[in-house]
Structures are given as structure tokens and as C-alpha cells.
């Protein structure tokens, strides 16, 4: 009998809004490296006539499904904004599937190692995923330029989102690796070469 192959090792990315996750996840992609994100999926488990929507419907109410029958985000986002009970039930119908879907791509996806994208890593408590956490640190005075220019919100509803989400020394308490977002995308890409190299070597078949 095959002995079965020992598993691909996994490294969780994550950082605050407007770390610059994204642009690193592309720049492993660049290499290579399968990239999943959890961000896709948490829009994938929720497609018009899942289950999972159906359960949010009975929990939440219809007002959270559009016309159309897709997950009316903004009017769920308000509903938990304020309230904490909601938004418990709500991770607890959505980890479970959000995890389920990761570990069916992640086995699907192959590679030497893979990059999982998890924006909220240690809100969720997803750390133990995978084997290495690599996170994408900047401050949050950059974060505040960078979503504001993105998404052309005030200074004020940025500074609401980052305040909803685990500090900066929460996040890199919880880091094996660390990318500093300060400078040129030309130091990120070296920054994610250098990683490469390590991550490769980590690999059951490098
Ligand atoms: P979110 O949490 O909102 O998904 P993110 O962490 O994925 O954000 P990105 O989307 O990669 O962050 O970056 C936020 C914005 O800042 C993007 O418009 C991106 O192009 C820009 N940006 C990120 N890093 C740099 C950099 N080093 N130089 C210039 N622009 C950058």
C-alpha cells in the first residue's frame, strides 16, 4: 500500500484593512504559489439557493436576501454591527463552512506550499490552519491613507473599521513572519522572495 503523502504546509496571511494583503497574496501568486482566500470563499458558501444562506434567512430574517435571492451584505453588516449575539450566531454558521470549503480547495489546490488569505485570523482564533502565520504589517495612519483613497470613505468610517478589528499588537503577537508594508511595492517583492525561499524549504518535496 502507498504510503499516504505527507501534507502541504499551509501559511496563513493576514493584516488589518488596507495592510496590503491582496497585493502580497498576488505577488506569491506571481511566484507560483497556490493563493486561497477566505475572503472568496465567505462569498462562495453563501451563493443564491445554498443552504447556508437559508439557514442565515431563518436566523436573520428575509430582509438580509435581496430580490434576486443574493445575500443582502449591508443590511447583515448592519444588523450584527451593533449587536455581539448577533454576530456570534452569525460566525457560527459561517466559520464551519467557511473552514469546510478552505480545506476542500486547499486539498484540490496542490503546490509546494500554499498561501491561505485570512483577513480576520485573529478575530476568528483560525490561527492553528496552518503551520506558519505571515502577517502584513503597516501603521495605522497608512491603513487610514491607503482604504480612504480605495474606497472614498471619511476619515471616520475608516477609522470605525479599524477600530472593529484585532490591534496591530494583537496581530503581530500572533505572527511567525512578518512583511512591513512602509515602502515600494519593490520591497514587498523582495521581502515575499526571501519568504519563498523558506516557505519552499519547508516543503515535503522541495
Ligand atoms: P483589505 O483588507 O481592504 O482587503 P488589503 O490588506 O488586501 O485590503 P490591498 O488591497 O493590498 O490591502 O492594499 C490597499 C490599497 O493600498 C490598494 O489600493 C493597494 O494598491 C495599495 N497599496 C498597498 N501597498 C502599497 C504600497 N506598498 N505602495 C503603494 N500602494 C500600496
Known sequence: MRKPSPPIPRIALTGGIGSGKSTVAGLFAALGVPVIDTDVISRQVVQPGSPLLA?????????????????????????????????????????????????????????????????LLVESGMTGLAQRVLVVDCAPEEQLRRVRVRDGVTLEQARAVLAAQASREARLSAADDIITNTGEIQDLRTQVEALHLRYRALSPNP
Open 55 to 119: 439557514q442565515i434567512r431563518e436566523r436573520f430574517g428575509s430582509g438580509v436576501v435581496s430580490a434576486g435571492g443574493q445575500l443582502d451584505r449591508r443590511a447583515l453588516r448592519n444588523l450584527i454591527f451593533t449587536d455581539a449575539a448577533a454576530r456570534a450566531d452569525l460566525d457560527a454558521l459561517m466559520h464551519p463552512a467557511i473552514r469546510a470549503e478552505l480545506a476542500r480547495q486547499s486539498a484540490a489546490a496542490g503546490g509546494r506550499y500554499q498561501l491561505l488569505v485570512i483577513p
